[in-house]
């Protein structure tokens, strides 16, 4: 569905960042087919989100109880543990995979089926392994970026990322079906929490530009989450928008 297009726009900025291959603080991501992105953008936004996907999110939040909802983000979420569990073991992060595997043990027995969270209830939070993850952590770059009809903006090895975390339990024994279903309750929940935040994408200059570069962001931070240089990244980043912040004041001063 459209969750990562909407899911970006929590994470709004000034600039554009983007992991690189050796981790470092070359933040860039390159839009060489940006005629056809833009295409893919309108349709999107435009028609799927104008026409459906936001109607349908609309009636999920008024219809479906607070706690059902809950109920059933967890469900969701806790069916992503075993790719977390593997992707880990891949970086030979061996305390985090074990953190994985128990909270979806206990999550899919004692929490009944995932419904209750109740690995982070006795403290141990959820953290996300993606396989694009590991491939960074392998020095594969990102490649360009990519706004797909339907799925939303994805860098190219996150794009080849999502298949292969869809190859891992349970996600390879769900029917089409069931997958299109599981992937539904995520994404129309992700929309829920946007309602607000419409108005930033509303009164930008360019959204696809501000899609763009809040996407960018977005991964880089997720990348940096499960990094040791997380604390760089995020120093890094403030500096640079103390630096595009002053390039403002300076451009307004001018203007007046």
């Known amino acids: 569905m459209l969750k990562k297009m909407l899911v970006v726009l929590l994470f709004c900025t000034n600039t554009a960042f983007a992991q690189?291959?050796?981790?470092?603080?070359?933040?860039?991501?390159?839009?060489?087919?940006?005629?056809?992105?833009?295409?893919?953008?309108?349709?999107?936004?435009?028609?799927?989100?104008?026409?459906?996907?936001?109607?349908?999110?609309?009636?999920?939040?008024?219809?479906?109880?607070?706690?059902?909802?809950?109920a059933l983000n967890n469900f969701v979420l806790n069916l992503e543990?075993?790719?977390?569990v593997v992707n880990n073991l891949l970086l030979?992060?061996?305390?985090?995979?074990?953190?994985?595997?128990?909270?979806?043990?206990?999550?899919?027995?004692?929490g009944m089926f995932g419904l209750l969270d109740v690995g982070t209830a006795i403290g141990i939070e959820r953290r996300r392994e993606s396989f694009s993850n590991v491939l960074g952590r392998w020095?594969?770059?990102?490649?360009?970026?990519?706004?797909?009809?339907?799925?939303?903006?994805?860098?190219?090895?996150?794009?080849?990322?999502?298949i292969v975390d869809g190859l891992y339990f349970p996600s390879s024994y769900l029917t089409l079906w069931q997958s299109l279903a599981v992937e539904g309750l995520d994404a129309v929940e992700i929309r829920a929490g946007l309602m607000d935040q419409?108005?930033?994408?509303?009164?930008?200059?360019?959204?696809?530009?501000?899609?763009?570069?809040?996407?960018?962001?977005?991964e880089a931070y997720k990348f940096y989450t499960s990094s040791p240089e997380l604390e760089q990244f995020l120093k890094k980043t403030g500096e640079e928008q103390e630096e595009t912040d002053l390039d403002l004041d300076e451009f307004m001063d001018e203007i007046d």
């Open 139 to 162: 020095s594969v770059p990102n490649g360009p970026y990519l706004m797909l009809p339907v799925l939303g903006p994805r860098s190219t090895r996150k794009f080849f990322g999502d």
């Open 198 to 218: 419409e108005a930033l994408l509303e009164q930008s200059l360019d959204p696809y530009l501000f899609v763009k570069e809040a996407y960018i962001q977005y």
């Open 20 to 70: 690189t291959a050796n981790g470092g603080n070359e933040y860039r991501m390159s839009d060489p087919i940006e005629p056809l992105n833009r295409l893919s953008w309108e349709f999107n936004y435009n028609v799927l989100d104008a026409f459906i996907y936001r109607p349908v999110t609309k009636s999920y939040i008024f219809l479906m109880p607070d706690d059902l909802r809950t």
């Open 92 to 110: 030979l992060d061996f305390k985090d995979s074990l953190n994985a595997l128990t909270r979806f043990t206990l999550n899919s027995t004692v």
């Open 81 to 84: 543990e075993p790719t977390t």
